[in-house]
T-cell receptor, first 116, second 110 residues
């Protein structure tokens, strides 16, 4: 089972460049999310989606866009990269049943982004 | 200020010692989860606690959910080098915004 697959694993950008981090899951999970991980700050939620066609902002959404056209894919777009976006990015998915979100989050291996 | 604050941020102990990691918030959570992350990998779920006052044990790891459902703790007995990693608490106080704590980096020295 592939689980959650993120590409690329490593990327170096120059300030102002754009790029898309890809995330795909094969577990038919409704819930998908993007986090960034910086030293001493744990994981911070960027954007999330509870199903195809539905997205919403998390704690730190500025500078990032997302879309969810299919259940499987949830790409994260950086329109104009800034050095402050240097981080490790994680995509995660989960089954959400009923109302309360207690499902296990399954993570990809991460994408390390450096913006010069 | 993050919704979930963990302490300590760093912990370095000798093999065989006991330790406790704390996860605190001013918000009430319907449930809290604990994850462990190793370098170069994504976090992996250890446990979910749902009921206030609940205690769950996973081998040498004991997890407790506070009575008011605002805090949780992770206690490791007789730590081993294989316990080394980043421990993260996480929860969704409302809706579907799933927040993570600031993390505790544990190093167990042989």
């Amino acid at each position: 089972n592939a689980g959650v697959t993120q590409t690329p694993k490593f990327q170096v950008l120059k300030t102002g460049q754009s790029m898309t981090l890809q995330c795909a899951q094969d577990m038919n999970h409704e819930y998908m999310s993007w986090y960034r991980q910086d030293p001493g700050m744990g994981l911070r939620l960027i954007h999330y989606s509870v199903g195809a066609g539905i997205t919403d902002q998390g704690e730190v959404p500025n500078g990032y866009n997302v879309s969810r056209s299919t259940t499987e894919d949830f790409p994260l777009r950086l329109l104009s990269a800034a050095p402050s976006q240097t981080s490790v990015y994680f995509c995660a998915s989960s089954y959400v049943g009923g109302g309360a979100h207690t499902g296990e989050l399954f993570f990809g291996e991460g994408s390390r982004l450096t913006v010069l | 200020t993050q919704l979930l604050e963990q302490s300590p941020q760093f912990l370095s102990i000798q093999e065989g010692e006991n330790l406790t990691v704390y996860c605190n918030s001013s918000s009430v959570f319907s449930s809290l989860q604990w994850y462990r992350q190793e370098p170069g990998e994504g976090p992996v779920l250890l446990v979910t606690v749902v009921t206030g006052g609940e205690v769950k044990k996973l081998k040498r790891l004991t997890f407790q959910f506070g009575d008011a459902r605002k805090d949780s703790s992770l206690h490791i007995t007789a730590a081993q080098p294989g316990d080394t990693g980043l421990y993260l608490c996480a929860g969704a106080p409302t809706g579907n915004q799933f927040y993570f704590g600031t993390g505790t980096s544990l190093t167990v020295i042989p």
